[in-house]
Structure formats: C-alpha cells, structure tokens
C-alpha cells in the first residue's frame, strides 16, 4: 500500500522549505509545475496523496488534480493556493474532488496534520477496495457464474453492461468504480426471485398482464433487500433500486427523487442499460445513441455526453474491433459472444444465441460437449484488435 506524498508547486523555495520539515516524516517527493508531476506519477506511482498549490505557470493545480483524480481514482487530492477565492475552491471541489482546501501561506504544522488525515482516508479507502474487489466481489463472481452457466437468459446482457461499465468509469475517473462494477454485476438478482412462469414469457417476449408487469417493475426493490443483509452494500443496493428511475423522476420507484438526487452509479447504469439494449451488437454504438436521444428527458445530459465521447470517439472504436468468426469448441475463449444458438447434434440447446462466454459458462460448455457433442463450427463474435482484424468477417 503506497504510502508516497507528492508536493507541487513552482516556488523552488516552498519546495526545499517543505522537503526540509516533512522528509522525515513521509515518503516525499516534489515537481516544480503540472507536466513534471505528471511525469513523476508515471513513473514513481502510485502516490497516496498530492499536494498541489494552484497558481502555477501552464497547468493549473485544478487540471493537475483532475487529471490525477482520472488516473487513479484513489489517490487523495489537496489544494494549496494563496487565493482566498470562493471560487476557485468550490471549483476544486466540484472538478476534481479535493479532500482540504488550504490557503496559503500555511504552517507546516497544518501542512503535516492534513498529510496524517489523507493519509488515513487513502489507507481507509484501499481497503475497502480490496475487501469488496477481493473477498466480497469474489464470492459474488461466483453466485453470479453459476446463475448465468445454469440461466444465460437472465445475464444475458450482465458481461456487455459491465464491459461498457469498465470502460466509462475509467473514462470520467469514477471515484469507487467497484461500486458501480458490483451494481451492475447484481442488477439482474431481483428477476431471479421472479415465479419461472413469469421469467420465461419475458424471455420469450410474451406479454404480461397488470399483476406481472407490476411484480417485473418492483424486482429492483427485491434485490435492495437482498443485498442490505450484506455489511457495505448499502449503495450497491441503492445504485439498483434506483436503475430503472427516470431522470425526471419518472419510473420506479415513485418516490419523488429526480435528476441528480438519484445516486450516480444509477444514473450512469441506466443510461448503460439502454445503450446496451438499444445497440446491435450488445457494445454502445450510434444506433443507441440516436434512440437515446428520443428520450432525453430520462438521462443526465451530462453523464450521456460523458459516455458518447467515450464510446463514439474514433480513438477507441479503432483500437478494438468486434469480428464475427467461426470456430470449434477448444477454442473458445471468455468473452466470446454466440451468434446463433450452440446446439448438440440432437438438436439439444446448450447456450442461447446473444451469451456472452465466461470462465463458468465455458466450463460448462466444455463438459456438455464431452457428453453430447455440439454441431461444429460455432459462430461467434470476438473482439480483436483492429490491425488483426482483416479477414475475419467472413463466418
């Protein structure tokens, strides 16, 4: 667990000051301006916290911490300005989520004492993180595994939102981007507690009468009673209770929380479910995008920006490419996506068209294969990188 300390700032002599009274006290190390911190963070890191003043020539201490706040999400973020500026420290807080603000000149004595508390939240904060990415996301990895290997139509779709959810959260520098990772993991976890009748015509899109419609709607509020029996997943819970809500407040539940008063990591899942739902090929693409924006008035604008930027800009749609390829069954790999139905010679279903493969659902398809071999080649869909991608559109 790092412990490291990054002071910034262009004053040579506030740099040597500081070094002077805090190096023995903490793993410290300074840069002179943005660019150079920048460059010590890829090089040195992870840091536990920076320390950045704000007036600087180029790079502001704003943008440097915003960008800090990008890369790694968990570093603790503290602002050193001489501006006694209202602004300037709301606009700290708001764009890249500063944990103090201090003016400067500041005694060394505050310095160090505020050092010790971000300390304290950056050690507090990694072990959250690995309790709930290690024991707790493991032990759900698992449940969910073995629910989609024996229902790949209820998490259908679980692979693609949370693929798409790794890729925002990244993107906008989301600070407990596990939160958002379990939340979507376990978005489908109140339709499982639905009656199998019900489960089934919505799979095989029949329609529903008034008593199931309601019962498919309020399976969110199953799920945030399931999972606040568990300690820490209270806003897990929340993020899926609220999934379905309108950002009008329009929707379940009918509570009267609207716009940005609704949790985040609801909002940005559902605008990821429609996206997923509304694209082609399971991965946010124009098509969705342009259904979105039929509805606005159900999504935060904002966040809708934040994710067409993501998953539009033409610097990440080339980097991968989803290829459509035919292939036999030891050579499939998690994260392939079935084309069509996997069948057995008989005629047996083994996996629904539209699955997305993980390290269980494989398994299993390995073992059914061994004792009721599957009608070879499979098509699947498989993402390659773009300069490897010639060639293999031809299944």
Same mark, same amino acid.
């Not at 629910?147 to 989301?174: C, E, M, T, W, Y």
């Not at 819970?237 to 940005?260: E, H, L, N, R």
């Not at 008063?261 to 609801?266: H, T």
């Not at 084309?339 to 390995?366: H, M, P």
């Given at each position: 667990m790092s412990q490291k300390?990054?002071?910034?700032?262009?004053?040579?002599r506030i740099l040597s000051a500081f070094t002077r009274r805090l190096r023995k006290d903490f793993d410290f190390h300074t840069a002179t301006d943005g660019e150079e911190a920048l460059r010590v963070l890829a090089k040195e890191g992870p840091f536990a916290v920076v320390i950045s003043d704000q007036q600087m020539p180029g790079m502001r201490g704003i943008e440097l911490l915003k960008e800090v706040m990008t890369r790694d999400p968990l570093t603790i973020r503290i602002m050193l300005t001489g501006n006694a500026d209202r602004e300037t420290a709301i606009a700290s807080v708001n764009d890249s989520a500063v944990f103090r603000y201090l003016n400067k000149p500041c005694p060394v004595e505050t310095i160090a004492e505020t050092v010790r508390e971000a300390l304290a939240e950056y050690n507090k904060s990694v072990a959250e993180k690995e309790l709930l990415e290690g024991t707790l996301a493991g032990s759900v990895k698992v449940l969910?595994?073995?629910?989609?290997?024996?229902?790949?139509?209820?998490?259908?779709?679980?692979?693609?939102?949370?693929?798409?959810?790794?890729?925002?959260?990244?993107?906008?520098?989301?600070?407990k981007a596990w939160n958002l990772d379990m939340a979507i993991t376990l978005s489908t976890i109140g339709d499982v507690m639905l009656p199998p009748h019900l489960r089934s015509k919505m799979i095989d899109g029949k329609e529903l009468d008034q008593v199931e419609t309601d019962l498919v709607i309020q399976s969110p509020q199953v799920a945030r009673k399931l999972?606040?029996?568990?300690?820490?997943?209270?806003?897990?819970?929340?993020?899926?209770?609220?999934?379905?809500?309108?950002?009008?407040?329009?929707?379940?539940?009918?509570?009267? %929380?609207?716009?940005?008063?609704?949790?985040?990591?609801?909002?940005? @899942?559902?605008?990821?479910?429609? &996206?997923? =739902? *509304?694209s082609e090929?399971?991965?946010p693409d124009r098509t969705a995008f342009a259904a979105l924006e039929e509805v606005p008035h159900l999504f935060d604008g904002e966040l809708v920006k934040q994710a067409r930027a993501c998953f539009l800009d033409a610097s990440n749609s080339e980097e991968m490419k989803i290829c459509k390829m035919a292939v036999n069954v030891d050579v499939l790999l998690p994260?392939?996506?079935? %084309?069509?139905?996997?069948?057995?010679?008989?005629?047996?279903?083994? @996996?629904?068209?539209?699955?997305? &493969?993980? =390290? *269980?659902?494989?398994?299993?398809?390995?073992?059914?294969?061994?004792?009721?071999?599957?009608?070879?080649?499979?098509?699947?869909?498989?993402?390659?990188?773009?300069?490897?991608?010639?060639?293999?559109?031809?299944?």
């Open positions: 300390i990054l002071f910034v700032d262009d004053d040579p969910v595994d073995i629910l989609a290997a024996n229902d790949p139509h209820a998490f259908r779709q679980i692979s693609n939102l949370r693929n798409a959810g790794r890729k925002l959260a990244s993107h906008v520098g989301l600070a999972l606040l029996n568990i300690p820490r997943m209270s806003e897990v819970a929340d993020s899926i209770y609220y999934k379905d809500k309108g950002f009008d407040g329009s929707g379940f539940p009918s509570d009267g %929380v609207k716009t940005t008063d609704i949790p985040l990591n609801a909002r940005i @899942l559902h605008v990821l479910q429609f &996206l997923i =739902e *509304a090929e399971g991965t994260g392939d996506k079935a %084309v069509d139905d996997f069948k057995t010679q008989s005629g047996e279903l083994a @996996l629904s068209a539209g699955t997305e &493969l993980n =390290e *269980a659902v494989l398994e299993r398809i390995r073992q059914f294969h061994k004792m009721r071999p599957l009608v070879q080649p499979l098509r699947i869909f498989r993402r390659v990188k773009a300069s490897a991608a010639k060639g293999k559109d031809a299944a």
